[in-house]
């Protein structure tokens, strides 16, 4: 069991759900993590080289450190005094309107071709063309 921690150089959500796909793909994973600052802390029976490998083709990625799993170690519970409970404020969710709409460049119809039998004659050169003299 190993515990690696990487350093990840991603820009956007999309971005940082692949590498997560990505992560929990590796054979041997299991647990993946993922800090504030874009440090992603894997643990399994894993090759750190693989994985870094791996993760390089989405984004740039550092190895932080590497080192066994810790498994959590038992300890007897005491009981504690209850302390009354706070009340916590609710969680408000914003949702802000979708800036990047799809603005398509081509229009919805598409222009008449122009014919090559009338496009670019003169009257010159166009024996039926009506000339008033």
Known sequence: ???VVLK???HDEKSRQKVMKTASGISGVESVAMDKDQKLTVT????????VRKLRKLCHTDIVSVGPAKQPEKKKEE??????KKEQPKEVIVTYPNVYQYHPSVPRYYAPIPDSYTYGRT???DPTGCIIC
């Open 1 to 3: 069991m190993m515990k």
């Open 8 to 10: 990840l150089d991603f």
């Open 44 to 51: 399994g029976d894993i090759d750190p080289v693989k994985a």
């Open 79 to 84: 009981p504690k005094k209850e302390e009354p």
């Open 123 to 125: 009257i010159e050169e």
